[in-house]
């Protein structure tokens, strides 16, 4: 980690390193077939504000969820994606979902430097 805040291309580097798939907000919903099998990962913004980040001025800071769906819990994929956000500087909060049919989510909720 370089000492500055994570990014949101520090995430995708993240979760691109688990070898998960993933998307921004969601799949495209006109083509079912981009939707890759499980386990597969969403980045879904939330809101930005501005934070006085030093002397300087205002930095702008945009809380994400991450959303890991899996079928049924798999603590290794769990893992793998935690130790790569914690490789890049970032610090979660989790929570455990129940999708349904066998489906899970598990959330992660940072915050990243930028839009």
Do not use: K, N
């Not at 998307?23 to 504000?49: F, K, M, Y």
């Amino acid at each position: 980690m370089t000492g500055t805040p994570p990014t949101y291309a520090d995430l995708c580097d993240a979760v691109a390193s688990c070898g998960l798939p993933y998307a921004r907000v969601a799949w495209d919903g006109d083509d079912p077939s981009s939707i890759p099998p499980l386990p597969h990962v969403l980045l879904v913004p939330d809101e930005t504000a501005d934070v006085v980040a030093d002397a300087s001025g205002l930095c702008p800071v945009t809380l994400y969820t991450v959303e890991l769906y899996e079928r049924g819990s798999s603590l290794a994929v769990e893992a793998s994606l935690e130790s790569a956000l914690a490789d890049a500087g970032f610090t979660y909060t989790r929570r455990l979902g129940d999708v349904g049919s066998g489906v899970v989510e598990m959330a992660y909720h940072l915050a990243v430097l930028g839009r």
